[in-house]
């Protein structure tokens, strides 16, 4: 597979977690946890069976800035 599709189904992924009624910090895959990690310092988070869990409104938030100015780390689609 090309490295575009891997990068298209990668980021297709993350919108479609978007819909979903709850959205975990382990739903979202070890590639993009650092910027989204990095993002979320200060916000207040839920916890719920044990697992992070993130608020609609900042996950879309930050799906905006992704789409704005990208990620803050390189992210390598070749692994």
Same mark, same amino acid.
């Given at each position: ?15 479609? $977690?978007?819909? !979903?009624? %709850?959205?975990? +910090? ?6 993009? &946890? ?10 207040? $988070?839920?916890? !719920?069976? %044990?697992?992070? +869990? ?6 879309? &938030? ?18």
């Amino acid at each position: 597979m090309n490295t575009l599709s891997i990068i298209s189904e990668s980021i297709g992924y993350l919108q479609k $977690l978007s819909v !979903r009624s %709850e959205i975990f +910090l382990d739903d979202v895959p070890k590639e993009f &946890k650092p910027d989204l990690q990095n993002y979320i310092v200060g916000e207040t $988070l839920g916890l !719920r069976n %044990e697992k992070i +869990l993130i608020g609609h409104n900042l996950y879309k &938030k930050w799906l905006a800035k992704i789409r704005s100015r990208g990620f803050d780390y390189e992210i390598d689609f070749n692994k």
